[in-house]
Each structure stands twice: as structure tokens, then as C-alpha cells.
């Protein structure tokens, strides 16, 4: 962002013009009207009715939705650290092109093939306490066998064991490209230099990462706020609502209680949330790497 | 030197070894899943909940399944997913890498704001805008049509956000001397920037592509008719409340995902071909 | 009403207009209906449909069919747009009064007949008194037994005869013999866990009432004593007896282990014979009514999909005339021939009497006229099935039976609380 090129507004106009067109059109103003939709109600005739700020009021009193916080946090608390430590790691583990590494990319990335909502069926048969592979496995090795997604104190777990299984490769990719932008000439510089590989990575490597990093702490966090299909698909929130995620407190508002206003006070929040996250993890690594 | 090169032998069998436990971890259960849909109906939850040879190696083997997908929406979901995903991944890359350009590269007043609205478009849950974005692609007449799929996702504040960043790899002095050398921003933009940005361009596909590949409640909405099916909807067509039929699911459920992974194995080439040539520089 | 016939006049002026203007115009006037439809195999939508189509050739159909996991969501953004589109929709009988309350649905009292239908399928197609959703489709829940594991287990089969049906408390006795953890074997599961579709005739067996009869009450009804003790009962079959498999979360998959014979009793859709006698020819099952508590009375859930129409099509001539062809005679055999379910006209159950001389379809017809009670009419369905849902699925993994449920009412009461107007 520091001295940047200045250039005859015209220039920078046609540059972005075409993506915020699109971005407007098709993204701004759908927000707006939710943000909007956040102090409204809706009368049963369809009507939309100005309720100021009740929505957020009835939030703030319902113990439900506090335990969604809880549970949203807690579970990108652990999930996102996790996912980064664990993509990096593959990254630099399939960095180095020996043989039979282009294999092992391919693998890792092969999760990502599958659609969310198909992880989520395919976890939750492979996770079934009585009829899942894994249970039988377990059994098969004289292990007794786990409820999983149908445990209180199991199903945020296993919710954050397939979010990576799906994740890691995804966060890999793009962890590895910013590694492969890395110069080679600084690597080759710093190794002459008699750095060890530790060293290398902490001085040469990360600080070149930093925006790559950036990139990918803040896109994976808005996709674990936001990431929902499972909890539909496999656990509703339960049980007992331990993975009553804040989204999909803000989709069964939307599509069970047909509460919009509701519904679009959670979306706010959850907005405001990440939105306040991702300016504190570019303001970290911005910080890091001058 | 002999302890060195054990140290380096220890070192290899340690990192193959990580290689090898995470590749099953993350491989096996798309095994199990591409090894159900060639199942008999009665045999894919038979041995599910206890562990044997048959669990990993079935008994009997069909093609069935495969065979009544294919014969049925699933060629043309395919193809229309296809179409759209390679659609919105051509016009993606270069809209959002011409504004990734501008953010990264030129100094304009009111640039931290815009940044902070395009960074807003990807943290708004799409289930909260799908209505006010259905009843305006409706009055835009683009209902069922393949616009309604491809355009409102063209245009990606993440993948703005990718370029930009990235796009920072390319160092400054570069672009001066382009300038020096008379070059149009445009030009720079296509025969500097788009060129040293290879690893960037193809992760950027990837993820417009995979987004439209996983696409499903949109289309349902926006463009639910026959003829614009697309792959995830004809995949959960398998499944309803009163029958299910897993064999079709996991048949086109894998034919989805291995179809989709040929774009990850052309990336392979494209990250093979990088380092070759970073190599070579 | 009003406008509605002034916009139903408007069409007709429209349509006459188009009649009268040359013949490539007229042609070209064809009128067009969307319709959206459950996500059913084609085999079972296309015949239908094109049953209609050589019987109105001036009307064009055009059919949306929708992943179950998804229609009730995208019948809600489309509806809830408050367009002409879709001029039809598939209605699941219970939301019949949510969809009407909110304006979705047209009233069809007018129209329909509904001295030609069962009056269990009327019933589920009532709110305050006008018919609102033309009912398609009925259901009615069995018990399936496995004979091979029965006969092992020394168990005397379940008689095909509703004066003499099972109670819990014998198929519990019955399920604990039947029950072999080595084997992974479960003496009894419910084909929907968790749905009170299926669940909601245990409270009602023992005397419990679903809700307040003006609709909006949870309190009182939900957690009321026979509520508490019904639901106490089958969270025994996972907790205390562990005859039944817990966690089975999808209705498919009870079925798929029931034809793997890990399972040996299962209560479920009669839409489930067919699925059992093409996927697993070898076993070899009966059929019996679905059971009620020894001091309780025989309660079955019924109700099933229906078909809606948008007040808001610019062409509701040609969507009544959709529904009258829907609600014949003949077009409803056709759809029992394509999908066995329990048919809701009479003349069905009469003229074709040869295709219910099963016991499952002499049950079936005996439960629809004497047993079969719909879910409550709500216009907060919605919100009432996804939170007793949530409940008796905390209740199956071993939450305390009173609280959840006094929990759920209070939340139900207050989510109610929106329709009262």
C-alpha cells in the first residue's frame, strides 16, 4: 500500500471498473439491503415493517444466540490456527520437488474435489456410532467404539477434524504458490550464508510470505465463520447445541423460523466479526514483517 | 560426513513417512467413497459398520451405478457445469486480476475504502443476500439462463484480495523501468505482471472454478430448469426423504470429484513448470 | 378474493384477446406454467407431466424438480419474493397453514370436492377452515419385522391385524432378545429418528396433545405428563434397553441396515416395501400395524405431499385446470402406480380394490379411517417440527426428558408468538 504508483484517475478507473461493477451489483447492494433488513421485521402479509434496533435487542437477551457466540469462537479459536499451522506444514513438506512429490500435491489436494455438503454426508456415514468404517475399525483394534458427531463433548471436534480434512489441502495451495514466488537466489544466498533450514525459514521465507499468509489467515477465517453444511446436513446445531454455529443460527432464522430480520441481525454480526478479525491479523502481519 | 548423510537419510525416511500417513488420512475416505459406487446396492452398508478384507476390497463389483448415472442428468450437469465453471474462471482471472492490479500497484485517494467494501463482499453470509440477489438477477430477466449462474460470480472480492497480494511478489523497480521504456499500464499488466504471476493465476482459477463446481443452493434458485441442471443438484437428486439411492450418489458424487481434479493435476504441470524455470532465471 | 378475480378476469380478457388475434400470434400466446416439483426420480415426474400436457396442449409446463435437502429453502427465496413464479408448487402437507398464512397458497375451497377425499387428507389440507393445498399423496407408517430373526429369536410373529397390535411394552421385550451387540444387531429402530412426523403418535397414544387447538400454544401440550412419559420411553430404547441404533441420521439408513438384517424390527413408510423387496430379495420380512402404549389407544401419523398454488400466477385458469387433472381419477392411479403411496381419493381405494388385498394395504386403509391423526395445524409448523425435532434428538443421546421438552415448548411458544396478529 505504501508508494503506489499515482496515475490519472481515468487509468485506475478502467482497471477496477469491470470487478466492481460486478462487486456492486451483485454482491454491495444485496448487503445493504440485508444491512438494512437487520433493523426491519417482516408481517406475516409480507409487509416490512421499521423495527430499529429490536432485533439486535432480542438477540442480546436470547441465551441461545450467546451460546452460538460461544461456540462459533471456540471453534475458530481452534480451527483456523490449526488449519494454517497444518497447511504451512504440507507446504513446506511438498516444497522441495523430489520424486514422487507431484503425487503427494495431487493427493492433498483431492479433498478439495469433494463439495461441502458431500464431506459432510460422507463424514457422517464414515462417523456413524453404529454402522461407520471408522467405528468399525475402532472395534476392529479393540478400541470401544465413539459417538462422534452425536457426542456433547465430541461433535465441535469431529466438526473441526473435517473442516481441515477439506481445508488443509486448499490453504496448502496457496500457501505454496507464495512460496514458489519466493526467489531462489535468496534461499541459495542465505544457505551460503550458512543458515540452517530453521533459520532460513524464519528470515528469508516467512517475512516474503507475509502476504500470502495474510491472504490466507483472512480467507480461511471468513470461510470457517461462514462454513455452515455440516451442522445442516449432519448435526442441526446439536447435540445439545454444541455445534450450534452463529451461521447456522443466522440460516434457521432465515429458513425455519422465517424471522429475515432476525436472520440479518446474526449475518451483521457474523460480518462485523470477521470483518473485525481480518483487519487485526493484516494489522499482525504488516507489523511482523517491516 | 557419513553421520551427515545419515542425518539426511533419517531426515528423508522421516518426511516420506509424513508424506505417506497424511496422504491416508486424507485419501481414504474418497477410497472408501469411489469403492461404494461400484457396490451392489445391498453390499455398501453390509460391511460398513465391521472391519474385514471386504472393506477395503469388495467382494463383488458392479458398474451399475456408474452406468445408470451416465445414462441418466449427469452427462449434461456435467457439461454444464463445465461450461460454467471454465466461464467464470475465464472472465474471473481477468477482471479480478486487472482490480487486484490497481489495489496492489497505484496510489488513489479513497483506495482503503473501496479495499474494505471488497473485502466485505466475501464476509457476508450468501444465504442472508440470496433473496434481494434472486429478485434482482429476476427483474434483470436473467432467470434460467446461464448468465444468472456465471455472472454474480464472476466478480470476487477473494480472489481481488489473492491478486493483490500476491501481485506484491513483483518488485517495483520492474515497473518503473516498463514506464521508462514507454509501456502502457495495460501492457505492463499483460506482459509483465500476468506473466510472473503463474503460481498466482492458477490458484486464482482454482478457486473460481471450484466455487462453481460446488455450486448448489444458488442454481437451485436462480436457474433451476432441466436443461441448466448443474453437477451438485443432480448429484443430490440421488438422495430424498423416502429413497435413497446411495450407489447413484456416490457414483456421480465420484465422477464429480475426479473430473475435478484434473484441473488440480494441470496445475501440478503448471507448479512443476515454475520451478523449472525459476530454476533457470 | 377481490383481487384476485379481477386479476383471474384480467387474464381471461387476456387470453380471449390472444384467441381473437391471428393465428401465428395466438400461437405464439401459448401460455406457460412453472411449476416446481419434489426432486423425485424422473420416471416419476415425467409421466405425469406429460399426462397433462396431451390433455392441455395450449398450456406449456415447465418443470423445476428440487433435491429434497433443498426445496423447502428455495421454495422459500422464491416465494418469498413474492413473484407470479411459480405459478405451482409441491406443498408438504403440514406447512400447508404456514404457506397460507403468509400469503403463498390460493384457496381452493371452491374447487375442490373434498367429499372425493379421505377425510384425513381434507384435514391436512385445512387451515381455519378453507382448503388450501390440493391434497397428492398420503403416508402412513408399519411395523416391519425380519421373520428369519424373529423365528431364531423365539419370538412370535406380530399379527397383520389391527384388533390385535403389538404394544411398545411387548416390542421392547421383543427388541431385547433380538438385540445382539457382538453381531451389531439392534432389535428395533424408527425409520425417522428424530422426526416428529413419525414420533409424535407415541404422546398422542398415551393421551398428549401436539399443540393448543387455535395452533399457537406449546406450553402445557409439549411438555405435558404424557409428553414427558412417551418420550421418557423411547429414550430407553438407546439409553437404558440399547435396542435401538443410536445416531442413524438419515431415514435411509435404519431401511439399509433392516435389509442387512442388522436390525429386526423397523417402523416405517409403506414406501419402504418396494425399497426392501428390489435392494434385498433375500430377506423376508412381514408386516404389522404400528404399535400403541398397553394403556394407551392406537395413534398413526398421516399426511404427505400436496400441491399449492401461487395467489400471485397472472394464469390461474390454466393452474386450477392443473390441479383438477392432478386430482382425477385417473391421473392418481397412474401416480400409485409410479409411487405407492396411500391414495387420497376415495374412488382410488374403491374401484382399484384389487391392489389393496395385502395386509400392509388392508392396515394401511384401516389406519387411515379410524387412527390417523395430522400434525397440528400451524401456521408456525416450521418452527414447531425443527424445534421438537432438536429436542427428541438431545432426548435420544440421553438429555433429561422434562427439561428438554419444557425448554422446547417455551421456545416454540415464543417463536408462535409472530403469527398472533
Redo the contacts between chains.
Keep these: 500500500?505504501r508508494?503506489?504508483?499515482?496515475?490519472p484517475?481515468i487509468?485506475?478507473f478502467w482497471?477496477?471498473a469491470?470487478?466492481?461493477?460486478?462487486?456492486a451489483?451483485?454482491?454491495?447492494?444485496?448487503?445493504l439491503?440485508?444491512l438494512v433488513g437487520g433493523f426491519t421485521g417482516t408481517?406475516?402479509?409480507?409487509e416490512t415493517i421499521w423495527v430499529g434496533l429490536r432485533n439486535y435487542e432480542r438477540l442480546l437477551d436470547d441465551p441461545?444466540f450467546w451460546n452460538s457466540v460461544r461456540v462459533t469462537l471456540l471453534f475458530n479459536l481452534v480451527v483456523n490456527p490449526l488449519q494454517i499451522l497444518l497447511a504451512l506444514g504440507?507446504a513446506l513438506?511438498?516444497f522441495r520437488?523430489?520424486p514422487?512429490?507431484?503425487f503427494?500435491?495431487?493427493?492433498?489436494?483431492?479433498?478439495?474435489?469433494?463439495?461441502?455438503?458431500?464431506t459432510s454426508?460422507?463424514?457422517?456415514?464414515?462417523l456413524?456410532?453404529?454402522?461407520?468404517?471408522v467405528?468399525?475399525?475402532l472395534?476392529?483394534m479393540g478400541l470401544p467404539p465413539q459417538?462422534f458427531?452425536?457426542?456433547?463433548d465430541q461433535a465441535l471436534a469431529t466438526l473441526v477434524g473435517v473442516a481441515s480434512?477439506k481445508g488443509?489441502?486448499?490453504w496448502m495451495?496457496?500457501l505454496?504458490?507464495?512460496l514458489?514466488?519466493v526467489?531462489?537466489e535468496l534461499h541459495e544466498a542465505a544457505m551460503i550464508d550458512g543458515a540452517g533450514a530453521w533459520q532460513r525459514f524464519c528470515y528469508v521465507t516467512l517475512p516474503?510470505m507475509r502476504?500470502?499468509l495474510?491472504?490466507v489467515l483472512?480467507?480461511d477465517t471468513?470461510a470457517n465463520?461462514?462454513l455452515f453444511a455440516p451442522v445442516y446436513?449432519?448435526t442441526?446445531?446439536?447435540?445439545?447445541g454444541a455445534t450450534a454455529l452463529l451461521?447456522f443460527e443466522?440460516?434457521?432464522a432465515?429458513?425455519?423460523?422465517?424471522?429475515?430480520g432476525r436472520?440479518?441481525a446474526v449475518?451483521t454480526v457474523?460480518?462485523l466479526v470477521?470483518?473485525l478479525l481480518?483487519f487485526f491479523e493484516l494489522r499482525l502481519l504488516r507489523e511482523r514483517g517491516a | 560426513m557419513i553421520p551427515h548423510a545419515c542425518i539426511r537419510f533419517g531426515l528423508a525416511v522421516m518426511r516420506y513417512s509424513a508424506l505417506v500417513f497424511v496422504a491416508t488420512v486424507l485419501l481414504l475416505p474418497i477410497y472408501w467413497l469411489v469403492l461404494a459406487s461400484f457396490r451392489p446396492a445391498a453390499d455398501i452398508f453390509a460391511t460398513a459398520g465391521t472391519v474385514s478384507v471386504a472393506t477395503f476390497l469388495p467382494e463383488r463389483l458392479t458398474f451399475e451405478h456408474w452406468r445408470e448415472a451416465w445414462s441418466g442428468e449427469l452427462p449434461r450437469a456435467v457439461a454444464n457445469s463445465l461450461f460454467v465453471a471454465l466461464t467464470t474462471v475465464a472472465l474471473g482471472v481477468t477482471v479480478n486480476s486487472l482490480a487486484g492490479f490497481a489495489f496492489a500497484v497505484f496510489e488513489f485517494p479513497g483506495k482503503r475504502l473501496l479495499f474494505v467494501l471488497v473485502l466485505a463482499t466475501f464476509m457476508m453470509p450468501f444465504e442472508s443476500i440470496v433473496i434481494p440477489l434472486y429478485v434482482l438477477v429476476r427483474g434483470l430477466g436473467l432467470t434460467d439462463t446461464y448468465a444468472a449462474l456465471i455472472l454474480p460470480e464472476v466478480a470476487s472480492g477473494l480472489v481481488i484480495f489473492l491478486f493483490r497480494q500476491f501481485f506484491a511478489a513483483v518488485p517495483k523497480e520492474l515497473y518503473e523501468a516498463a514506464r521508462v521504456d514507454g509501456a502502457s499500464w495495460l501492457q505492463i499488466w499483460w506482459r509483465l505482471t500476468l506473466p510472473l504471476s503463474g503460481p498466482t493465476i492458477a490458484t486464482a482459477s482454482l478457486m473460481l472454478f471450484v466455487h462453481q463446481w460446488d455450486a448448489f443452493f444458488w442454481p437451485l434458485v436462480a436457474a433451476p430448469g432441466p436443461e441448466r441442471i448443474v453437477v451438485q443438484v443432480a448429484i443430490a437428486r440421488n438422495v430424498t426423504l423416502e429413497v435413497a439411492n446411495w450407489g447413484g450418489l456416490f457414483a456421480s458424487a465420484s465422477t464429480a470429484i475426479l473430473l475435478a481434479l484434473v484441473p488440480f493435476l494441470l496445475l501440478q504441470r503448471f507448479y512443476l513448470h515454475t520451478i523449472a524455470s525459476a530454476a533457470e532465471r | 378474493m377481490a383481487g384476485l378475480s379481477r386479476r383471474a378476469s384480467l387474464a381471461g380478457v387476456a387470453a380471449t384477446t390472444a384467441l381473437l388475434a391471428t393465428r401465428p400470434l395466438s400461437a405464439q400466446a401459448k401460455t406457460t406454467l412453472k411449476v416446481i416439483w419434489m426432486g423425485w426420480p424422473e420416471g416419476q415426474v415425467k409421466p405425469l407431466m406429460d399426462s397433462f400436457r396431451t390433455a392441455r396442449p395450449d398450456v406449456e409446463l415447465q418443470v423445476e424438480t428440487i433435491p429434497f435437502v433443498q426445496i423447502f429453502q428455495t421454495l422459500e427465496v422464491r416465494l418469498g419474493a413474492r413473484t407470479p413464479d411459480p405459478d405451482i408448487f409441491i406443498c408438504d402437507s403440514p406447512l400447508t397453514a404456514s404457506y397460507a398464512a403468509r400469503g403463498h397458497l390460493m384457496d381452493l375451497t371452491p374447487h375442490i370436492d373434498a367429499r372425493r377425499f379421505t377425510p384425513s387428507a381434507i384435514a391436512a389440507a385445512s387451515w381455519q377452515g378453507k382448503i388450501y393445498s390440493a391434497p397428492f399423496g398420503s403416508s402412513c407408517p408399519v411395523l416391519f419385522y425380519n421373520k428369519k430373526l424373529l423365528r431364531e429369536a423365539g419370538i412370535p410373529f406380530p399379527e397383520p391385524d389391527v384388533a390385535k397390535r403389538w404394544t411398545w411394552e411387548q416390542l421392547v421385550e421383543a427388541a431385547k432378545k433380538l438385540t445382539d451387540p457382538a453381531k451389531n444387531q439392534w432389535g428395533f429402530s424408527f425409520e425417522q429418528q428424530e422426526r416428529p412426523y413419525m414420533l409424535l403418535p407415541l404422546a398422542q397414544s398415551l393421551g398428549g396433545v401436539a399443540l393448543s387447538p387455535d395452533g399457537f400454544k406449546a406450553t402445557g401440550y409439549v411438555d405435558s405428563p404424557a409428553f414427558v412419559e412417551a418420550y421418557g420411553f423411547m429414550q430407553k430404547l438407546y439409553t437404558e434397553w440399547k435396542v435401538s441404533p443410536p445416531g442413524l441420521f438419515d431415514p435411509n439408513l435404519p431401511v439399509e441396515q433392516f435389509g442387512n438384517g442388522k436390525i429386526a424390527m423397523l417402523v416405517a413408510g409403506t414406501f419402504n416395501e418396494a425399497t426392501i423387496k428390489n435392494k434385498y430379495p433375500d430377506i423376508e420380512f412381514g408386516v404389522a400395524p404400528y404399535p400403541r402404549f398397553a394403556r394407551g389407544k392406537a395413534v398413526t401419523p398421516t399426511g404427505a405431499w400436496h400441491i399449492g398454488v401461487n395467489p400471485r400466477t397472472r394464469h390461474p385458469k390454466e393452474a386450477l385446470a392443473f390441479i383438477d387433472h392432478f386430482m382425477s381419477h385417473e391421473l392418481q392411479v397412474l401416480w400409485f402406480e409410479l409411487r405407492p403411496y396411500p391414495p387420497v381419493l376415495k374412488s382410488v381405494w374403491e374401484k382399484e380394490a384389487h391392489r389393496f388385498e395385502t395386509d400392509m394395504w388392508r392396515i394401511v386403509r384401516y389406519e387411515l379411517e379410524h387412527t390417523a391423526v395430522p400434525r397440528p395445524a400451524t401456521p408456525g409448523f416450521r418452527e414447531y417440527e425443527d424445534i421438537l425435532r432438536t429436542a427428541l434428538r438431545d432426548i435420544t443421546t440421553g438429555a433429561d426428558v422434562a427439561k428438554t421438552l419444557t425448554a422446547a415448548a417455551q421456545r416454540i411458544d415464543r417463536e408462535l408468538e409472530k403469527y398472533k396478529t
Excluded: C
Design positions: 500500500m508508494h503506489g504508483f499515482r496515475e484517475w487509468v485506475v482497471f477496477l469491470p470487478a466492481l461493477a460486478g462487486l451489483l451483485f454482491r454491495l447492494v444485496p448487503i439491503i440485508a408481517k406475516l402479509t409480507g441461545s504440507l513438506l511438498v520437488p523430489t514422487l512429490v507431484p503427494f500435491r495431487a493427493a492433498y489436494m483431492a479433498p478439495m474435489t469433494v463439495s461441502l455438503s458431500l454426508i460422507l463424514w457422517a456415514i464414515l456413524e456410532p453404529t454402522m461407520g468404517p467405528n468399525g475399525l472395534r476392529a459417538p458427531w452425536r457426542g456433547e480434512w488443509v489441502g486448499y495451495v496457496f505454496l504458490a507464495g514458489l514466488l526467489p531462489k516474503l502476504r500470502p495474510g491472504f483472512v480467507a471468513a465463520f461462514l446436513l449432519v442441526q446445531g446439536g447435540p445439545n451461521m443466522a440460516y434457521q432465515a429458513f425455519t423460523y422465517l424471522d429475515h436472520a440479518l449475518s457474523i460480518l470477521i470483518g481480518a
